[in-house]
């Protein structure tokens, strides 16, 4: 039980650090749009650095609440989990099948 109680207090810490992060990347944004673009380069490491933010951090702001959801539930219900989202994180990279998924769901 106290195993459980310390998975779940680590998760919801994690979600917590996710946020502020993510609360932290738009207000950088933000102050970028206002300052004419100046403040940070959109050719520079951390424009990269914020991007790959704006494209993982909800991703795993998800994953670590859904994650904290499910930690009660049966091994089952947390291995269908998880490899639900193992499938998210591959299929989020583009191997070229891209054309071909597109293709076979008419977008």
């Known amino acids: 039980m106290d195993e459980e ?42 424009a990269t650095i914020l991007n790959y933010i704006g494209v993982y951090a909800p991703m795993a702001l998800m994953v670590t609440v859904g994650l904290s959801a499910v930690w009660s539930k049966s091994a089952i219900v947390k291995l269908v989990f998880l490899i639900v989202c193992a499938a998210i994180v591959i299929f989020s990279f583009d191997f070229g099948i891209k054309g071909s998924i597109e293709s076979f769901l008419h977008i």
């Open 5 to 46: 109680n310390a998975t779940a207090k680590l998760l919801k810490t994690l979600g917590q650090i996710i946020a502020v992060i993510m609360i932290v990347r738009y207000a950088l944004i933000i102050v970028n749009y206002y300052t004419g673009g100046t403040f940070i380069p959109t050719d520079s490491t951390v």
